[in-house]
């Protein structure tokens, strides 16, 4: 079981960046992978990008590959998305999410096979 807490949204103009975190309690946060998902207005819930558990492996979706960066932080119990080269439509309430096994590579962009989710931090990217 774990618990969820985001925090680093905001208001930026295109081009800037942010970092989000997501902390996590429990002892045994490093045995979960870890996904951040965003939906914007009106659409969809979306993938962004996963983490496996041990940190070996990472996954982007293309719109984002190249800008932005997930990372780890056992010790600490967090998971960072750091965003750069923002562009209006990354504008949308990003969540993280945990999921445990199995870890197929294909399962890591699936919301379904996440079971826990934090509350959302709101992202405004203006042009």
């Known amino acids: 079981q774990v618990q969820l807490v985001e925090s680093g949204g905001g208001l930026v103009q295109a081009g800037g960046s942010l970092r989000l975190s997501c902390t996590a309690s429990?002892?045994?946060?490093?045995?979960?992978?870890m996904g951040w998902f965003r939906q914007a207005p009106g659409k969809e819930r979306e993938f962004v990008a996963a983490?496996?558990?041990?940190?070996?492996?990472?996954y982007y979706a293309d719109s984002v590959k190249g800008r932005f960066t997930i990372s780890r932080d056992n010790a600490k119990n967090t998971v960072y998305l750091q965003m750069n080269s923002l562009k209006p439509e990354d504008t949308a309430v990003y969540y993280c999410?945990?999921?445990?096994?199995?870890?197929?590579?294909?399962?890591?962009?699936?919301?379904?096979?996440?079971?826990?989710w934090g509350q959302g931090t709101q992202v405004t990217v203006s042009s």
């Open positions: 999410a945990a999921k445990g096994r199995p870890y197929y590579d294909s399962y890591f962009s699936r919301a379904q096979e996440y079971g826990y």
């Open positions: 429990g002892r045994t946060f490093s045995s979960y992978s």
């Open positions: 983490i496996r558990w041990s940190g070996s492996s990472l």
